[in-house]
């Protein structure tokens, strides 16, 4: 129903009908189960810190944002967190944070990382917790450093792969430059990790055009695993406060839902996240994003003091990924799609991405 060259991908993304929508994610979400099944695999993300050297104009923990309260979790709150993943058999984490360079943080990483490793685990036969890290760019020196302590994946957003659009919405200076961020990706993919990566949805100035670009792009990158979804406004962010438009939530929610099924027909076994920022437009946005063909679905395991100060963008709620009483798990976030076997959860499983899989010798 639709060519995935260039201009297919524009025709389709511009797409306003409906029926042409649903049926595009329908197909993309029976494409999923036909290459990698209806399984859905879990990442706890550990929210570590809002601590950030760089002052990216859309995100609410840039460093010049005054009005934001830092916190820094500590050695014994990101194992108590990855231990409640571990227990709840979510079989890998994620670390993701503002980004520091600082010896002090680089090192508490390694040594986070391994000691993540040696909490017990049920899965797959005792196999400690998968360990992707989201922390930014790094030097190539660092990155070996974390690879080396256990972390075997790793996930930076190119933001946009229009380099234009990647200067209009950073500050123009060395320490945001889109090619340091290429190099890095670079350096990512030639240590060994699987190198995700992935694009802010519904920006403003983006184009249709920028949008089935980055979709080529993750394609010729040759990504195992893509994390993408919609920009949210922070009301304090200066991008937020140039007035400069940018689709509606419902527009936006379309958008980010319509990337992933494209993603999904363009790539069919590599893993798709399942955004969190799909969450702020829509209570289902997850669900949703799992039933447009991603088949990753990040709870939130940061405790709920600090998860409120974790604010890229404005968040609604808080994120309802906790147990309850008497109800399973999801019930809240993936509830009805868990009902119907539409979607079954990979508890206990790295889940790695069987692109990446395949691709090894
Ligand atoms: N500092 C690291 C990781 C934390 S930020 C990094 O930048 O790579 C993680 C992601 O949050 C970013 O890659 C960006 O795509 C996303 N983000 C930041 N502000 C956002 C906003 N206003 N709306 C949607 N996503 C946002
Ligand atoms: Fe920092 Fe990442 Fe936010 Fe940019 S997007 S300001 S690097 S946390």
Redesign the pocket.
Known sequence: MVTLDRDGLIAAIECKDPAFNEALRQEAFRTKVAHIGTEVYLRGLIEISNI?R?N?L???IRRDNASCARYELSDAEVLAAAARAARQRFGSVVI????RTDAAFVRKITRLVKAIKQIETDSEGGRPLGITL???EQPREVYEEWFEAGAHRYL??I?TSNPDLYHRIHPQDSQHSFERRMEALLDLKAIGYQAGT?A?IGLPYQTAADLADDLLFYKRFDAPMIGM??????DE?PLTLSGAPYPSDAERLELGLKMIALLRLLMPDINIASAT?LEVLSPRGRELGILSGANVFMPNVTPDEQMVKYN??DRKTLLRDRPHPGESLFADSLGESLRNGRITIGFGRWGDSKHFTASKP
Do not use: D, F, I, V
């Not at 993701?96 to 980004?99: A, H, L, M």
């Not at 979804?229 to 922070?234: A, K, Q, V």
């Open positions: 950030c760089k990216c859309y995100c609410g993701q944070g503002g980004e989201s922390l930014g930076l957003r933001e992935g802010m979804g919609p920009y949210n406004p922070n962010t920022a890229l963008y």
